[in-house]
């Protein structure tokens, strides 16, 4: 499966799925970034699964994100992807924290 596009980055909270990014996939290498964080990382695609380790950067005003208030937290995502959205869980490298992402396509990469 192909991936390689432009990507709406949504995070799932107490309130519904509310917009957080938006993410560039080409050939395994994943770019996002938003007004106050940047992410970067790797990602792949197997059967309909997804997996991405990612660096969260932030550059703006820290918030707490995965029980935490620091500017670099890395984590992985996993999760379940079609050709057009993806669903997945992301976890900070401990474990305890997780975090629901939904991803939907805005373009295709020529």
Do not use: C
Not at 10 to 17: F, G
Not at 23 to 52: L, M, N, P, T
Not at 74 to 96: C, H, L, N, P
């Amino acid at each position: 499966m192909n991936l390689n596009g432009i990507w709406r980055v949504e995070i799932l909270t107490m309130y519904d799925w509310e917009p957080r990014a938006t993410a560039y996939f080409k050939d395994g290498a994943y770019w996002g970034a938003s007004s106050r964080h940047y992410a970067i990382g790797d990602y792949a695609v197997e059967d309909g699964k997804f997996v991405a380790n990612l660096k969260l950067v932030n550059h703006g005003q820290s918030r707490i994100l995965f029980g935490k208030k620091d500017n670099v937290i890395e984590v992985v995502m996993e999760g379940d992807a079609a050709e057009d959205k993806i669903i997945a869980t992301a976890k900070d490298r401990s474990g305890a924290h997780l975090l629901q992402y939904r991803y939907t396509r805005l373009a295709d990469l020529d």
